[in-house]
């Protein structure tokens, strides 16, 4: 069973391009949630989504972030427009769905975006 | 609000002896988990150990012990026997049980340093 699988590992952007960072939950997992770490900084909560539903986005920026995950296919955090602050590590992690058996999160390996 | 506090930015340990990192943490919930998370270098984040705050007895999983004070909020960490593969950046998490989201609170996090 795969674990959490996040690509690219590394992305390199100009500032005012678009980065796509995707993620494919564990099997069997219909929750996935994406954090931010910055440089020397722990794991900040952005958004948690099921399958076509955002359910909680109280961590995302107002403005160029979004979120979605599809019915087919990965979770895809989309950074539009971005700037040297966006550089960091993203991080997407996902469960199970059934709330008794929901009681830790896998994480991926993360994606550092560099923004040049 | 939940919070997570990390006092320690950074701790060393001689090989084969013991470190405790300090955790607290601020609720006013009453059930909920606490996870303390391993981040090597390569960016991994390692369930290290993991604790439900309904059961009295403190969680430990081989080398690593926790000391859960649920009255005080705090939740530490115990290596015993430290090997150099212990460090790492070390992260303190909470997560409600209660709430729908469920998403994790990490702390600033701890670098841990072994000396040979």
């Known amino acids: 069973n795969a674990g959490v699988m996040q690509n690219p590992r590394h992305l390199v952007r100009r500032r005012g391009q678009e980065a796509r960072l995707r993620c494919s939950p564990m099997k069997g997992h219909s929750h996935v949630y994406w954090y931010r770490q910055l440089p020397e900084e722990g794991l900040k909560f952005m958004v948690y989504?099921?399958?076509?539903?955002?359910?909680?986005e109280s961590g995302m920026p107002k403005e160029r972030f979004s979120a979605e995950f599809p019915k087919e296919g990965p979770s895809i955090l989309r950074i539009q427009q971005v700037v040297r602050g966006d550089s960091a590590a993203y991080f997407c992690a996902s469960s199970l769905r059934d709330r008794a058996l929901n009681t830790e999160a896998f994480f991926g390996q993360g994606t550092r975006l560099t923004v040049v | 609000a939940q919070t997570v506090t990390q006092s320690q930015p950074e701790m060393s340990v001689q090989e084969a002896e013991t470190v405790t990192l300090s955790c607290t943490y601020d609720t006013s919930e009453s059930d909920y988990y606490l996870f303390w998370y391993k981040q090597p270098p390569s960016r991994q984040m390692i369930l290290v150990i993991r604790?439900?705050?309904?059961?009295?007895q403190n969680a430990t999983e081989n080398r690593f012990s926790v000391n859960f004070q649920k009255a005080a909020k705090s939740f530490s960490l115990k290596i015993s026997d430290s090997q150099l593969g212990d460090a790492a950046m070390y992260f303190c998490a909470y997560r409600s049980a209660t709430s729908g989201t469920y998403k994790y609170i990490f702390g600033t996090g701890t670098r841990l340093k072994v000396l040979a």
């Open positions: 604790q439900e705050a309904y059961k009295q």
């Open positions: 989504l099921q399958k076509e539903n955002i359910i909680d």
